[in-house]
């Protein structure tokens, strides 16, 4: 069974950093590419950032310069470092692991920003 579980979402005022981590479970990981999406309330999904099983990298243009995507194959983990959060980050954070034409999405982790 295919799990991805997010964590480390949680609230900050503007200007924090939070570090977000999704782990996988039930796939052969270093094979997968990796993304993270947001989804705010009423708006609808979009990409943040995408990690490549060659370690290749893209950011959406709202989060070039303040976030991180990084990925440790071996604990089968993707991270997303948020630094100089902005209001406008506030969303549901997902993870998404895709290969081929398999694509699987954790549930993942609310992120909200004050101030």
């Known amino acids: 069974q295919v799990q991805l579980v997010e964590s480390g979402g949680g609230s900050v005022q503007a200007g924090g950093s939070l570090k977000l981590s999704c782990e996988a479970s039930g796939i052969s990981f270093y094979l997968f590419d990796m993304a993270w999406f947001r989804q705010a309330p009423g708006k609808a999904r979009e990409l943040v950032a995408r990690i490549d099983k060659g370690g290749n990298i893209e950011y959406a243009e709202s989060v070039k310069d303040r976030f991180l995507i990084s990925r440790e194959d071996l604990k089968r983990t993707v991270y997303l470092q948020m630094n100089n959060l902005k209001p406008e980050d506030t969303a549901n954070y997902l993870c998404?692991?895709?290969?081929?034409?398999?694509?699987?999405w954790g549930q993942g982790t609310q992120v909200t920003v004050s101030g």
């Open positions: 998404k692991a895709t290969f081929r034409s398999y694509d699987y």
